[in-house]
């Protein structure tokens, strides 16, 4: 059955081939090799990262519950591909961050000799321009003023309210928000270093952000928000639109383009968005 696999994926069959198949210590499994890869690499990467990591292996067990080595091949790549856009109906930027973590692991294990090839070498790869929308003054307004008492997990929702409006005024990433501690804030502004590039900003405090810090911060704990994860978070916005009726696809990221938004139609220039949102290139903060 399994050469039969094999012959159906275009594989050569050879002698090292079935080696590998019936090994005791199966250094044909990708899975334990994905572990290893993501066991060393996350002690450099930020949460955010590691997130898209953990959903990618979620996303591959989902498509195929076992991987050889043996089977990973253009055509493997190519069927992973249509399982995410028609099986999961995944969006063109999530099919884009899976193939960019899958190939970044391949390339891993190509380089550790586990691999021939890389099969994305022969995959192309697309990255649309995601398109960049933020929430206009009306529509932040409108989040503001609701009531979640009425509604059944309100206090969630009111957290996951309060943190997207904190970021909205702030322009700091659901990761900066997530780890800001009291330490971090002054009198009129907040001096962090940011978790995904471990670059250090300090922003403005306004008038509204200082409001919603007064309503979390307690005596003795040091940090501000509850720990929330941003998958639970996306879901709450996802529901906190719809009880505004707001038709926008409301996700925790668009808080940062609504802040540089509103900073840049304040005759903010160019560089100053660069600065306060911590950016290296200033071809982002323009877009």
């Known amino acids: 059955d399994f050469l039969r696999e094999q012959r159906s994926l275009d594989n050569f069959l050879d ?13 044909d499994d990708f899975y334990e090799f994905y572990d290893k890869f993501c ?42 591909d249509s399982f995410l856009r028609y099986k999961l109906e995944t969006g063109d930027s ?16 190509f380089k550790n000799s586990r691999l ?18 933020s929430l ?23 957290l996951t309210r309060d943190m997207f409006l904190f970021s909205s005024y702030s322009g700091l990433r659901f990761s900066d928000v ?8 002054g009198d009129t502004t907040i001096s962090i270093k940011m978790q995904k590039t471990q670059k250090y900003i300090e922003i ?15 005596k003795d704990v040091e940090t501000i928000f509850k720990k929330r994860t941003n998958v639970s978070v996306n879901r709450d916005l996802k529901k906190i639109a719809s009880l505004c009726k707001i038709k926008i696809n409301l996700h925790f990221h668009l808080s940062r383009h609504t802040y540089a ?11 100053t968005v660069m600065q306060l949102l911590g950016h290296s290139d200033i071809r982002m903060s323009q877009r």
Request: aromatic share 10%; net charge positive.
């Open 15 to 27: 002698v090292e081939l079935v080696k590998s198949f019936w090994s005791t210590n199966d250094n």
């Open 39 to 80: 066991e060393k690499k996350f002690k450099e990467l930020s949460e955010g990262t590691q997130y898209h990591y953990k959903l990618l292996r979620e996303r591959l067990k989902a498509f195929k519950k076992e991987i050889k080595f043996s089977q990973i091949n253009l055509k493997l790549i190519e069927n992973f």
């Open 94 to 109: 999530g099919i884009w961050s899976r193939h960019k973590n899958f190939k970044a692991v391949l390339g891993n294990a």
């Open 116 to 133: 021939r090839k890389n099969p994305y070498d022969d995959f192309k790869l697309h990255q649309e321009d995601p398109k960049i929308e």
């Open 136 to 158: 206009t003054s009306e529509q932040l307004q409108l989040i503001e003023k609701i009531e979640f008492s009425k509604f059944p997990a309100g206090r969630g929702l009111e």
């Open 178 to 185: 997530t780890a800001l501690k009291k330490e971090h804030i």
């Open 204 to 218: 403005p405090l306004s008038q509204k952000a200082k409001r919603i810090l007064a309503k979390y911060i307690q």
């Open 261 to 271: 938004t509103l900073i840049s139609n304040s005759d903010a220039n160019a560089f």
